[in-house]
């Protein structure tokens, strides 16, 4: 089971990284409607053909398209993902649409373990909004192909290079969110509990680690989960380490709220059952 769950959250890392590299904290896309198309280069004829109908992509000629080799995985992801979670073909591609307003939306194929929200929540955090962002891959693999055909794109669309402090804070923010759902057995509600957190730190971002603590607790008892300590203090770690990033929070804000909106039953659900919680214990002690 760990083995599973450490292969999906390289599929999520390695897209979180292939939109996040497109632009830095704040920037959007040139035009609404632009799109970038990243394919991995060891997809066979028949993979290729699977993958763009995934995409939505009629005429692969109508783009500047960027292959990615595994070497260059390698090269870009070694730091952050094991070489056996990495794999020896790229075969994962994006399709990035900028859409004319605000939001994220995120829609996969064949990309087996991340959540809309858990995507969102790094995006945002990575200054990302008004984007369509479709990943696909020609059966259930990885995904780490999106990351280094994107950060490509990237650099040949504004000239800049990546921002490792931007690329750690998104890596960071995804396996700490990862660690959160393998402990409880809900990515709902560690994604929630992390959106939750991050909308409270969009109002103060000079948080201190004990309000850190409290928003953590507190989030988890509205989604009905117990954190272990151990846990809620990676989670203090990873947000001081976005304290330190020059990020957009009014956008953090905006995508915690959405995606907050979309679990709002999850968050409903376990703050009554911690409210009946309190209940029976004040009843207990009674006697």
Known sequence: MKNIFKKRLAALIAVI?????????AQAFAAEGD??????ADLSSSEQSTVLELLGVSNINDYNVRYVTNNEEREYLGSY?????????ALSSVLIRENGGSDINVETHNIGYCTEGMYKNALATAGVQGADVIVAGPFEISGTAALVGTIK???????QPVSDEVIEGSVDELTTTGEIAEEIGDTDAAEGIIAKVKEEMADNPDMTDSEMEESIRDAAEEAGVTI???TIAKIIRMLKNLQSLDIDWGNVQRQSQYILENLKDIFSSGEAQGIFARLIEWIRNLF
């Open 153 to 159: 794109a990237y650099e040949e669309m504004t000239g």
């Open 17 to 25: 990284f292939a939109v996040t590299t497109m632009m830095p904290a």
């Open 228 to 230: 272990s300590d151990e």
């Open 35 to 40: 799109e970038y198309l990243s394919l991995g």
């Open 81 to 89: 993902v094991s070489s056996s979670e990495i794999g020896t073909r």
